[in-house]
């Protein structure tokens, strides 16, 4: 059983970055894609990005790509997802999950964290 707990969360200005931090405990994740979901107001959750568990591809929404990077370490079992020029639209909370295949859709993963708020302010 893994539990993923995120951080990095915040509020920040249009044009701005932010770094999420997602750790697993409980047992290494090595073995799983781990990836980013997230759900912004009044609208459905949306993937967001994934890395595999060799951390050798990456998989980003359109919105994202570009201004998102996903990287994970395996030694400190965290993944992370670097978020830069960052615009309100991005607001949402922001999931990390893992799972044994990469993918875009939910029922795929098999863990998940409790969110954090990432807020951009216009």
């Known amino acids: 059983q893994v539990q993923l707990v995120e951080s990095g969360g915040g509020l920040v200005q249009a044009g701005g970055s932010l770094k999420l931090s997602c750790l697993a405990s409980?047992?290494?994740?090595?073995?799983?894609?781990v990836g980013w979901f997230r759900q912004a107001p009044g609208k459905e959750q949306e993937f967001v990005a994934v890395?595999?568990?060799?951390?050798?591809?990456?998989y980003y929404t359109d919105s994202v790509k570009g201004r998102f990077t996903i990287s994970r370490d395996n030694a400190k079992n965290a993944v992370y997802l670097q978020m830069t020029t960052l615009k309100p639209e991005d607001t949402a909370v922001y999931y990390c999950?893992?799972?044994?295949?990469?993918?875009?859709?939910?029922?795929?993963?098999?863990?998940w964290g409790q969110g954090t708020q990432v807020t951009v302010s216009s």
């Open positions: 999950t893992a799972g044994p295949h990469s993918s875009r859709y939910r029922y795929e993963y098999d863990y």
């Open positions: 409980g047992r290494t994740f090595s073995s799983d894609a």
């Open positions: 890395i595999t568990r060799n951390g050798g591809t990456t």
